[in-house]
T-cell receptor, first 114, second 114 residues
Framework: AQSVAQPEDQVNVAEGNPLTVKCTYS??????LFWYVQYPNRGLQFLLK??????LVKGSYGFEAEFNKSQTSFHLKKPSALVSDSALYFC????????????FGKGTRLSVIA | DGGITQSPKYLFRKEGQNVTLSCEQN?????MYWYRQDPGQGLRLIYY???????QKGDIAEGYSVSREKKESFPLTVTSAQKNPTAFYLC?????????????FGPGTRLTVL
């Protein structure tokens, strides 16, 4: 079975500081990994994904994520946080051979304080 | 949210009533999905469909039903058998299930049982 853990329900960061939202996964085989963002009362928006190759993936709005196979992690990062980054962030995983939908973590609420 | 529409945005249901949530996509995607979102629980898969006239149960299918008669449409019916239907419902689509393609989400329908 595949699963995703987001160990922090809430992350607070000051505007201008770097931010990290953590994600660890558990799958059999090599995973496809995704990050999404959700603003209040809206659907999820795709930020970035890891399929294969370079472990550092760059995505929308200045976000990036680093795939670490030995630590089974895919943490989301941004060098300088904006107040407008405040939202709910979801990590998701899929096994390439599994032919199944994405499995999502429970989400991490990011608050960027001015 | 572009390409996937959900209606209505807000829906109120009396106990014992069935209600149907609409999901339409113009992205020519083969796969479509329904998720339920509750605070602190992330996204939980209700049903998904990989192709027209075929669908599979997700993790929490009890009390829900779906149909996939057309490629662009995947309506979800919340039946009276669903004991706690108040939640935010999200529809998504992707080129194919079980691939590296990201899922695109609609804006959601918030269902409240009165």
């Amino acid at each position: 079975a595949q699963s995703v853990a987001q160990p922090e329900d809430q992350v607070n960061v000051a505007e201008g500081n770097p931010l990290t939202v953590k994600c660890t996964y558990s799958v059999s085989g090599n995973p496809y990994l995704f990050w999404y963002v959700q603003y209040p009362n809206r659907g999820l928006q795709f930020l970035l994904k890891y399929i294969t190759g370079d472990n550092l993936v760059k995505g929308s709005y200045g976000f990036e994520a680093e795939f670490n196979k030995s630590q089974t992690s895919f943490h989301l990062k941004k060098p300088s946080a904006l107040v407008s980054d405040s939202a709910l962030y979801f990590c998701a995983v899929r096994v390439p051979s599994g032919n199944t939908p994405l499995v999502f973590g429970k989400g991490t609420r990011l608050s960027v304080i001015a | 949210d572009g390409g996937i529409t959900q209606s209505p945005k807000y829906l109120f249901r009396k106990e014992g009533q069935n209600v149907t949530l609409s999901c339409e996509q113009n992205l020519n995607h083969d796969a479509m999905y329904w998720y339920r979102q509750d605070p602190g629980q992330g996204l939980r898969l209700i049903y998904y469909s990989q192709i027209v006239n075929d669908f599979q149960k997700g993790d929490i299918a009890e009390g829900y039903s779906v149909s996939r008669e057309k490629k662009e449409s995947f309506p979800l019916t919340v039946t009276s058998a669903q004991k706690n239907p108040t939640a935010f419902y999200l529809c998504a689509s992707s080129d194919r299930a079980g691939d590296h393609n990201e899922q695109f989400f609609g804006p959601g329908t918030r269902l409240t049982v009165l």
